[in-house]
């Protein structure tokens, strides 16, 4: 199993940006995916999710409305649209599956949001 993130940057608040996570070793519609962000001092914090079995997302308050989790299943990638960014988005992001008993992590790619 490997998941590989890109299309991480630095962007200007209020812009958009779309981050790939390219998966290998498994399906990624028949396993739960998500989205996570981590900075420095803090928890991982969940920010998007994709169901397995049924293409039913969640996301926390903090980006609803903003980010949106999408998946691919043609090229067995799952993204993650966040529009209207702001500095508090700020973070390294991580792509996660949910596969049985275990979660599989990416490496990460870095957003900053900063003008």
């Known amino acids: 199993v490997q998941l590989v993130e890109s299309g991480g940057g630095l962007v200007q608040p209020g812009g958009s940006l779309r981050l790939s996570c390219a998966a290998s070793?498994?399906?990624?519609?028949?396993?739960?995916m998500s989205w996570h962000r981590q900075v420095p001092g803090k928890e991982r914090e969940l920010v998007a999710s994709i169901d397995g079995a049924f293409p039913i997302t969640n996301y926390p308050d903090s980006v609803k409305g903003r980010f949106t989790i999408s998946r691919d299943n043609t090229k067995n990638t799952v993204y993650l649209q966040m529009n209207r960014l702001n500095p508090e988005d700020t973070a390294v992001y991580y792509c996660s599956a949910q596969l049985g008993q275990r979660d599989y992590w990416g490496q990460g790619t870095q957003v900053t949001v900063s003008s």
């Open positions: 070793g498994f399906t990624v519609s028949r396993y739960g």
